[in-house]
């Protein structure tokens, strides 16, 4: 299989979709690997380190795209991509389509095969293509709150960890996942006191058992998350119903009982973001203001580590790329149902049902897909 790997164009994406390594392992599978010059500088990767593995160079996306079976990304097509895209072509990247109707429409009309990172499961319910981005947005969200907390960039002016004599930040996790999980960790290390918002008490015990009392867990009610945001310097929004909208935790009515320069840090953001008055920033201008909270809502969080982000994702991507490359999407998906959860468009057809869900369309179901192909 011929598999192609473009430079990433959305703003301030500075990852790339494949690691020297993950072309090197292609290669020694028989494949031919194409990436565009200079996809993996922004990484740390120069081209002459995918050209001593054995992949080839291409000057423009146009021929990445015109050339390849596959094409391996990190963030969804962006809409001039899209136009790159040709029928029977397999996509495999992130591609968070219940926020993003134009997208979907999109990928529908090209004919391509799209396989979104973020829905391919594992046999313990995970997502195991999602987690090590989930990993490196969780610790990210405490660290970049704590900047947008600073008075010069609108923030209360409250330092994360406090001195002695000055309490501490107080830090609002909403959600006990991957991203909510070490979002405490590194909360909880900055010196900040942290609570942890959950609806699972499993989790809750997990997060107990694992963490003591690092930070304290609360179950998830109305009336919890309405109290402890009056009491909040920041909040990180890390709550997550796979392929689906995000739910809205924060209304903008609620803005009003939080304190004056308080912070928002919407890591929900690509599927939609978990507060009324999000929007998607980028790296470049990643907060603003509504009735006195700041908001940070940068949808590619991990990308301003490029190298660490591009590097774990490789590691959790290269098997499935790999099943796919070696036997073709099809019996990829018909041999791991795992990997066939996260099929979300084929030959013009919706394949999965919270897109569906979400933006009102039609669904065909992925086994139907299969049988059809």
Not at 365 to 373: D, G
Request: some cysteine; proline content about 5%.
């Amino acid at each position: 299989m011929k598999i192609g790997c473009p430079t990433e164009i959305k703003p301030q994406e500075f990852r790339v979709g494949l690691t020297p390594g993950a072309a090197q392992e292609a290669i020694a599978h028989g494949h031919d690997v194409l990436i565009q010059a200079g996809a993996g500088v922004e990484a740390g990767f120069e081209d002459a380190a995918y050209q001593s593995v054995g992949a080839s160079i291409a000057e423009s996306a146009e021929d990445i795209y015109d050339r390849s079976d596959m094409i391996v990304k990190v963030k969804e097509p962006q809409a001039t991509e899209r136009k790159m895209l040709n029928e029977g072509q397999v996509l495999f990247a992130y591609l968070h389509l219940a926020p993003d109707p134009e997208q979907t429409k999109d990928l529908m009309a090209s004919g391509c095969t799209a396989i979104a990172y973020e829905t391919v499961t594992d046999a313990n319910g995970g997502l195991p293509l999602l987690a090590p981005m989930s990993e490196v947005a969780g610790k990210l969200a405490p660290q970049m709150g704590a900047w947008a907390l600073q008075k010069a960039n609108g923030g209360r002016g409250v330092l994360v960890g406090g001195v002695p004599g000055v309490n501490p930040a107080q830090i609002v996790v909403i959600g006990g996942g991957v991203v909510g999980t070490h979002a405490a960790r590194v909360a909880a290390g900055m010196g900040a006191r942290v609570t942890v918002l959950d609806r699972s008490l499993p989790r809750m015990r997990y997060l107990d058992d694992n963490f003591g009392n690092s930070f304290r867990t609360l179950y998830a009610s109305q009336a919890n998350v309405a109290d402890l945001i009056t009491q909040a310097d920041m909040v990180v929004g890390a709550v997550l119903i796979p392929g689906a909208e995000a739910p809205t935790l924060i209304s903008k009515a609620d803005l009003a009982t939080m304190k004056p320069g308080a912070v928002l840090v919407d890591v929900a953001i690509d599927q939609g973001g978990c507060f009324e008055t999000s929007k998607a920033t980028t790296h470049e201008d990643p907060i603003y203001e509504v009735d006195g909270i700041m908001h940070y809502c940068v949808a590619n969080m991990p990308g301003a580590v490029a190298r660490t982000s591009t590097i774990a994702l490789g590691h959790a991507t290269m098997p499935f790329m790999l099943a796919i490359a070696d036997k073709g999407w099809k019996q990829a998906c018909e041999d791991d149902p795992h990997l066939l959860n996260g099929l979300n468009i084929h030959a013009g057809k919706l394949t999965y049902f919270a897109v569906g869900k979400a933006l009102g369309l039609d669904v065909t179901s992925p086994q139907m897909a299969l049988k059809t192909a």
